[in-house]
């Protein structure tokens, strides 16, 4: 079971939208719709963004969606706001019961 | 709102086992669902450490499995994770978590970080 792997970096202007890819295999991102995103602030604990690819937890904002093609999931924040910076952290369920988070993303506005 | 709280040593000696409790407030464990712990290297992405539910039923990653022991109080309305053999790659910020529908982390404690150092 290995980590799925992200881009250590992403960044942005104020307004403008970025897309942080998230890719696995077809034991885990492949092979179910179970993708989550995670935002965590410096210090802070993690906050669940999406779930199942693309559904959003009350509170979320619309800015914030996702997709999936393949082995790849895609999380895109449109309309970037300062209070965006944050690292973004994936995850997948991988079968048996187990699940697989990503080597994270520094979101730079 | 659900809230969690990690609790135990902030220093463990290398060989020896990391304790940690997750206790949980304003709901009840035997409601449902699984309640995991997710842990941070410093500087680095989240890992996944395993599941348990009030029955006890748990899963584990399987790098760790051989190490890891999952246990529930449901009088307390805690659980609890033990880490043997603990060595300096052991050292991150442990996250406790409410598991919902099996794949997504809806509450999480605000993490306790434990350094493996003698």
């Known amino acids: 079971q290995s980590a799925l792997t992200q881009p250590p970096s992403a960044s942005g202007s104020p307004g403008q939208s970025v897309t942080i890819s998230c890719t696995g295999t077809?034991?885990?991102?492949?092979?179910?719709?179970?993708v989550s995103w995670y935002q965590q602030h410096p210090g802070k604990a993690p906050k669940l963004m999406i779930y199942e690819v693309n559904k959003r937890p009350s509170g979320v904002p619309d800015r914030f969606s996702g997709s999936k093609s393949g082995n790849t999931a895609s999380l895109t924040v449109s309309g970037l706001q300062v209070e965006d910076e944050a690292d973004y952290h994936c995850?997948?369920?991988?079968?048996?019961?187990?699940?697989?988070f990503g080597t994270g993303t520094k979101v730079t506005v | 709102q659900v809230q969690l709280q990690e609790s135990g040593p902030g220093v463990v000696k290398p060989s020896e086992t990391l304790s940690l409790t997750c206790g949980v407030s304003?709901?009840?464990?035997?409601?449902?669902?699984?309640w995991g712990w997710i842990r941070q290297p410093p500087g680095k992405g989240l890992e996944w450490i395993g599941n348990?539910?009030?029955?006890?039923?748990?899963h584990y990653n399987p790098s760790l499995k051989s190490r890891v022991t999952e246990s529930v109080d449901t009088s307390k309305n805690q659980f609890s994770l033990r880490l043997s053999s603990v060595t300096a790659a052991d050292t991150a910020i442990y996250f406790c978590a409410r598991l919902v529908a099996g794949t997504e982390f809806d509450f999480w404690g605000q993490g306790a970080l434990v350094t493996v150092s003698s």
């Open positions: 348990i539910h009030h029955s006890g039923n748990a």
């Open positions: 304003n709901y009840s464990i035997t409601r449902g669902y699984y």
């Open positions: 077809s034991s885990d991102v492949g092979g179910y719709n179970y």
């Open positions: 995850s997948s369920y991988a079968g048996s019961n187990t699940l697989v």
